[in-house]
């Protein structure tokens, strides 16, 4: 027999306890009293509590054959969200972080089922959202995701995530050892850090790409999303002008040999199945049968179902019997 929890076992173990601990109170204190039926009637709800519990930790039976999901998997995209990816050099006039935004969501589409993690960095790196498999709370993280304010900007580092990125995937890798995870870096290269970026950390990276924006020539960057929002000023030259930001794909090139997964220019005109083709295509694509398992869970839940019962069909019979009382009352 096999397990594969719904929850952490730490968590069952404790909910465990708890229930049973509570069940002996309550009997031990009502046991030899009037009140042995709501001792009983505890007993039976405890039961039905630890089947749930057994049934959350879903055993089964090794038997049949199941379809190897490449959905199975952890999915982290690490975006690039300094200045420089509201450059308008993206599919014609479109901002970097526009492409950015298109590139997730197709991505997220093709893997459905799969868990997927925000990772942001510019001045500093956070994650903007944890493992989840609601795509719909990525959607919504990627809409609402805005270039850094210039006024705000200290210089960012191309690898400014790197730290962070390794501890999630670690710390996921050992509450799961056997489910892989891939990494989607975008950004534009440009490195304004005063320090020489570090290298990023391809530990237990199973696949991914580096997805680059922007180009050579470079674009125009306004300094807030707003319509009517000026454009950033060059500070460094003499004559006053816009700032351009121009990409750096060397740079890119470099993160994705530090990666192993291979690097794609994305410039709006080609599509989406053409970077994951060359993502690892061994852990994105489904690998055909593999030995499944007869799940039992549900016999458990069943039975919880049944006990529970009890509880419902006992206030039915004590609101019959009490009808009953009132209808034998001699009327006065």
Known sequence: MTFAPI???PVIALAFVCVLAFTGWAVATTRGTPYHRPARNTAFRCAAVVLLLLAALRPGLPGGHSQTAAADMDVYF?????????????????????????DVMAVAKELAGAKFALITFDSKASVRMPLTGDATA?????????PQNTRYAKGSSVSGASQLLKEKIAAAHKEHPGRPALVFYAGDGENTSADAPAPMDASN????????????????????????????RDKTSDTPRDAVSKADEAQLRSIAEQLKVPYSHRTGTAPTSDMLGKAQPGALVANGDGPGRVELYWLLALAAFLIALNEPLRHLGALLNLRS??????SA
């Open 205 to 232: 990276v199973a696949g991914g790409a580096v997805l680059g924006y922007g180009t050579a020539e470079g674009g125009r960057m306004k300094e807030t999303t707003d319509a009517d929002a000026g454009y950033v």
């Open 138 to 146: 990525l959607q919504t993280a990627m809409t609402t995701l805005q």
């Open 325 to 330: 009382a009132q209808q034998k009352e001699p």
């Open 78 to 102: 690490v975006v690039d969200t300094s200045t420089s990816m509201a450059a308008e050099d993206y599919n014609g006039a479109e901002t970097r972080l526009s492409g950015v935004r298109k």
């Open 7 to 9: 929850l952490p076992w």
